[in-house]
């Protein structure tokens, strides 16, 4: 899988703005996820493998309604309120904290971009110490249009990128990249113009059929953090 993925002639240029999806790509979450699908669509007597929970439930709010949930509003409550118990249980992947130390030592522009809510992340990113290493956090309550919409990668390049001509715009999409663990990360940073980095270690496997991902077409895939910097290096 790795190979094809691997396409690179993007990424032989310096990228300043270097954009990070939040759930399952710094933070190891996606089991966490799962476990509460599984328990919300049990009690409401839905059976459903779990690449097709990864595939259709992580990180789209309307998936709910196409496996037939009745009280998708609910059922969405009932997701968000696991979630914030499960807080004091969320860690960050390895290598993703020495990752961006790096990046702040180069003096690279970092972003988080999540479906999530911003009171699910915000007490994991104080808690493990990477505050300081992210410049913007932009989280489900500051976007209108979820992901694989571009809104989150614009709303991030208009407040880290100083205003310019359309040139100047041109080029900042050019000097930015979006590393996301799943499809709809991929083509967020696709349809933004941007270029690509898929996450996928090991262990996602569980989550998401690699040939699945590879049909989302990034630019690059990586396995740890440290593969990324040596690539943008």
């Not at 690699?210 to 943008?232: S, V």
């Amino acid at each position: 899988m790795e190979e094809r993925l691997r396409r690179g002639s993007v990424l032989s240029q310096t990228f300043e703005y270097i954009f990070f999806d939040w759930d399952g790509c710094l933070a190891d979450t996606l089991g966490i996820w799962m476990e509460l699908y599984k328990l919300a669509l049990s009690r409401r007597g839905i059976p459903v493998e779990e690449q097709a929970i990864g595939r259709e439930l992580f990180n789209d709010w309307s998936g709910p309604g196409r496996f037939g949930v009745p009280d998708v509003e609910a059922f969405a409550l009932e997701i968000m309120e696991g979630l914030d118990r499960r807080i004091p249980a969320v860690k960050l992947n390895p290598w993703a904290r020495t990752a961006l130390k790096r990046l702040r030592l180069r003096g690279k522009r970092t972003a988080i971009l999540t479906g999530s809510r911003r009171s699910f992340v915000e007490p994991v990113v104080a808690r493990e110490g990477i505050a300081s290493l992210i410049d913007l956090l932009v989280c489900l309550e500051d976007v209108q249009r979820l992901k694989p919409h571009p809104e989150a990668v614009n709303r991030a390049l208009e407040i880290l990128g100083p205003l310019g001509s359309h040139r100047e715009e041109t080029r900042r999409r050019q000097r930015a990249v979006m590393v996301g663990d799943s499809s709809k990360d991929i083509e967020m940073g696709r349809n933004a113009g941007i270029a690509t980095i898929l996450y996928f270690p090991d262990r996602n496997r569980r989550f998401y059929e690699p040939q699945w991902l590879l049909r989302c077409g990034p630019d690059y895939t990586i396995r740890d953090f440290r593969e990324l910097e040596a690539l943008l290096a």
